[in-house]
């Protein structure tokens, strides 16, 4: 089975400043997803981003991109200008692209944006 | 996007007890599933719920314990069935859009005493 590994559980940023949240997965497959998940206290999971393994290019949304070296099998992502919104728990998750349809998540990095 | 509605948001239930969860998406969707969280921990996949036919549980999940229904391509329903403590747990509704984009409900927090 795919593991994911995230090895911040926590990470402090101040306003306006980037952060980046390091995260590194094993598998044998050549085709996959993987995903950035944003878990506020609502509870409520958020997509923040997603890339496909076979694409080069990073993906970016906003001020939220990633670093996505298949390779090193590392996913990292960075969230510029950082707001006091994006607190919360960001989970890093991989899905196969053929062999079911689990997403395999990270256990998570708390991120703290300070004023 | 799919806007997931969840229901209930949350429950306290008695140990022995059976709590259904709702899940309502407001597009048709082929693929929904249920995840678990528990206390501080990350998501783990319960089952697939499959339009038509039984759900697909991953290993350590069982139909007798999570029985899971799905009437139509919009809604699904997860029972945790005979609770003990141990189901104290958030129980999160997923679904894949065609862009096969994974979105999730808002979540059912459950204590069991």
């Known amino acids: 089975a795919q593991t994911v590994t995230q090895s911040q559980p926590e990470m402090s940023v101040q306003e306006a400043e980037t952060v980046t949240l390091s995260c590194t997965y094993d598998?044998?497959?050549?085709?996959?997803?993987l995903f950035w998940y944003k878990q506020p206290p609502s509870r409520q999971m958020i997509l923040v981003i997603r890339?496909?393994?076979?694409?080069?290019q990073n993906a970016t949304e906003n001020r939220f991109s990633v670093n996505f070296q298949k390779a090193a099998k590392s996913f990292s992502l960075k969230i510029s200008d950082s707001q006091l919104g994006d607190a919360a728990m960001y989970f890093c998750?991989?899905?196969?692209?053929?062999?079911?349809?689990?997403?395999?998540f990270g256990k998570g990095t708390s991120l703290l944006v300070t004023p | 996007s799919a806007v997931i509605s969840q229901k209930p948001s949350r429950d306290i239930c008695q140990r022995g007890t059976s709590l259904t969860i709702q899940c309502q998406v407001d597009?048709?969707?082929?693929?929904m599933f249920w995840y678990r969280q528990q206390p501080g921990q990350s998501l783990t996949l319960i089952a697939t719920?499959?339009?038509?036919?039984?759900?697909?549980?991953e290993s350590g999940f069982v139909i007798d314990k999570f029985p899971i229904s799905r009437p139509n391509l919009t809604f699904s329903t997860l029972t945790v069935s005979n609770m003990s403590p141990e189901d104290s747990s958030i129980y999160l509704c997923?679904?894949?859009?065609?862009?096969?984009?994974?979105?999730f409900g808002s979540g059912t927090q459950l204590s069991v005493l």
């Open positions: 598998t044998s497959e050549s085709d996959y997803y």
């Open positions: 997923s679904v894949e859009t065609q862009a096969e984009k994974l979105f």
């Open positions: 597009s048709q969707v082929t693929m």
């Open positions: 719920a499959n339009q038509g036919s039984e759900a697909t549980y």
């Open positions: 998750a991989y899905r196969s692209f053929f062999s079911g349809y689990a997403l395999n």
């Open positions: 890339q496909e393994a076979y694409k080069q």
